[in-house]
């Protein structure tokens, strides 16, 4: 009998079977098997887009493939199809490519990238963003800025952006997230704004938050956390605007952080006790009560 032809997938020399395969392993060491199991979850829908949807065709072997592959995950677990911009279908505005369009992920609508085509910043805020940010960030390796405030980003803020050591700008205000903040945050010594506001997030804030020698912008504002501001925070000597208001915090501002030269310190008056430390108080517990006087 005669044997079928092979057929190649323009990957040297790989069948479409070898391709998928080799796809299948690459993405597979990433996010574990045990996710792709579910058909619904983003890892398998973006598995499935890369094998069969993208337009891209990558070879197992190109040195983007995790970088796309990540991309795909964050827009499935974002409810992408669901933004207001950048969708992959092109009914909506980009300021670039659509999302999962056929061209390199770093011409896509909200994407930076530099050299060797590594993607540097993410700017999505104010698109309907919701579902979760995935653990797949971290492939993100050299990111600077991931800014997605103002959208209806749930569940909690992984752990994995501590991975993230060149990450300069988070920015998460104004989403649905929960939980503790991680401590793993506080291992971002490059890291120049953190804008948490507007969530529901809890827990104390971290005595680790002196290690971000070259944080300039913090916000903490309008969340559910609790214990003290911590004393460390009085290293911050790089500090030019630290609020955190519409907490449930105890105790008083320390006055370590009193001590820092910084143009806005505000937060509940019940804890700005030091006279002459707070440049503002608030007495408020929602967005919708804040009335700010001097301490």
């Known amino acids: 009998p005669t044997m079928a032809p092979t057929i190649y997938s323009g990957c040297q020399g790989l069948s479409i079977q070898?391709?998928?395969?080799?796809?299948?392993?690459?993405?597979?060491?990433?996010?574990?098997?045990?996710?792709?199991?579910?058909?619904?979850?983003?890892?398998?829908?973006?598995?499935?887009?890369?094998?069969?949807?993208?337009?891209?065709?990558?070879?197992?072997?190109?040195?983007?493939?995790?970088?796309?592959?990540?991309?795909?995950?964050?827009?499935?677990a974002t409810v992408g199809d669901e933004w207001l911009a950048c969708t992959r279908d092109g009914s909506t505005e980009c300021s670039g490519m659509a999302f999962l369009s056929r061209f390199h992920e770093c011409t896509w609508g909200g994407v930076t990238c530099g050299p060797g085509r590594r993607v540097l910043h993410i700017n999505l805020d104010s698109i309907n963003l919701q579902?979760?940010?995935?653990?797949?960030?971290?492939?993100?390796?050299?990111?600077?800025?991931?800014?997605?405030?103002?959208?209806?980003?749930?569940?909690?803020?992984?752990?994995?952006?501590?991975?993230?050591?060149?990450?300069?700008?988070?920015?998460?205000?104004?989403?649905?997230?929960?939980?503790?903040?991680?401590?793993?945050?506080?291992?971002?010594?490059?890291?120049?704004?953190?804008?948490?506001?507007?969530?529901?997030?809890?827990?104390?804030?971290?005595?680790?938050?002196?290690?971000?020698?070259?944080?300039?912008?913090?916000?903490?504002?309008?969340?559910?956390?609790?214990?003290?501001?911590?004393?460390?925070?009085?290293?911050?000597?790089?500090?030019?605007?630290?609020t955190a208001t519409g907490n449930n915090f105890t105790g008083s501002v320390p006055a370590e952080l009193c001590g820092v030269p910084s143009d806005q310190l505000i937060a509940n008056c019940s804890v700005c006790r030091i006279p002459d430390c707070c440049t503002m108080c608030a007495n408020t517990t929602t967005a919708n009560t804040t009335t700010a006087s001097d301490p």
């Open 18 to 76: 070898e391709r998928q395969e080799a796809l299948q392993s690459a993405v597979h060491e990433v996010s574990g098997s045990d996710i792709f199991k579910d058909k619904t979850s983003p890892q398998w829908l973006a598995l499935q887009w890369l094998l069969n949807g993208d337009g891209l065709r990558m070879c197992p072997d190109d040195e983007h493939l995790l970088q796309r592959y990540a991309f795909a995950v964050f827009y499935f």
């Open 131 to 242: 579902g979760t940010v995935p653990q797949e960030i971290r492939l993100f390796s050299r990111l600077l800025e991931f800014d997605v405030d103002n959208n209806a980003i749930g569940g909690t803020i992984p752990s994995v952006f501590g991975d993230m050591s060149n990450l300069k700008y988070l920015d998460l205000d104004n989403n649905n997230l929960s939980g503790p903040i991680p401590e793993e945050i506080y291992n971002l010594t490059s890291l120049i704004a953190l804008d948490l506001d507007t969530n529901q997030l809890n827990g104390t804030i971290s005595t680790k938050i002196g290690q971000l020698v070259d944080l300039a912008f913090v916000q903490y504002d309008l969340n559910q956390l609790t214990g003290t501001i911590p004393t460390e925070a009085g290293l911050l000597q790089n500090l030019g605007y630290f």
